[in-house]
């Protein structure tokens, strides 16, 4: 399996505080994805980076990648109730058309 | 436009049963792909095509099959249902090319009893 591994599974922090969520993969990519899953709904994509970028940002995301160690992360600042949710990295896996989802990170923020 | 929309939202089948997802999207994407969520287990890809008349299996094939006639639709269709094929299920477009997210529809529940 080309699956990923999303680090912890699931993570439980208070409003205003910052949310890290990491993401291990197997093989080389193109590009890395990440994005997110409220409760009974379908995924929504949040940022993607490409292989030959080390870090990214979109408003209160920031994603970094490191190729050599195979691993994403996705920090979320000042978090609110509302960001709430399941988050999923996705990433290529050296095919062009296929893209391969980790089992997600489960994330409650507390008000 | 609609975006990627699926029916049925929830469907209850019974051991052998056959039935079809249906999946269609407005936004002229070339890519299209079927998966099922699973606790604990992720999204897992089952099919997916890179055009009409194109497709190829994912991670998870076994008791699907899938066609793509049009640019618009990509029907997932289940032989025989089995109690193991019992999940949510998400159809997703995005164009071609590497660097295209993905938009995923509001996905179906099936139960197979």
């Known amino acids: 399996s080309q699956q990923g591994e999303e680090d912890p599974q699931a993570l439980s922090i208070q409003e205003g505080e910052n949310a890290t969520m990491n993401c291990s993969y197997k093989?080389?990519?193109?590009?890395l994805q990440w994005y997110r899953q409220n409760s009974g709904r379908g995924l929504v994509h949040l940022i993607l980076?490409?292989?030959?970028?080390r870090e990214k940002h979109s408003g209160r995301l920031r994603v970094t990648l490191d190729t050599s160690k195979k691993s994403s992360s996705l920090l979320i600042t000042a978090s609110r109730a509302a960001d709430t949710a399941s988050y999923f990295c996705?990433?290529?896996?050296?095919?062009?058309?296929?893209?391969?989802f980790g089992k997600g990170t489960l994330l409650t923020v507390n008000p | 436009n609609a975006g990627v929309t699926q029916t049925p939202k929830f469907q209850v089948l019974k051991t052998g049963q056959s039935m079809t997802l249906q999946c269609a999207q407005d936004?002229?994407?070339?890519?299209m792909s079927w998966y099922r969520q699973d606790p604990g287990m992720g999204l897992r890809l089952i099919h997916y095509?890179?055009?009409?008349?194109?497709?190829d299996q994912g991670e998870v094939p076994n008791g699907y099959n899938v066609s793509r006639s049009t640019t618009e639709d990509f029907p997932l269709r289940l032989l025989s249902a089995a109690p193991s094929q019992t999940s949510v299920y998400f159809c997703?477009?995005?164009?071609?090319?590497?660097?295209?997210?993905?938009?995923f529809g509001p996905g179906t529940r099936l139960t197979v009893l």
């Open positions: 997703a477009s995005r164009p071609a090319g590497l660097y295209n997210e993905q938009f």
């Open positions: 093989t080389s990519i193109n590009n």
């Open positions: 980076i490409r292989s030959n970028e």
């Open positions: 996705a990433n290529s896996g050296g095919s062009n058309y296929k893209l391969t």
């Open positions: 936004m002229n994407h070339e890519y």
């Open positions: 095509s890179v055009g009409a008349g194109i497709t």
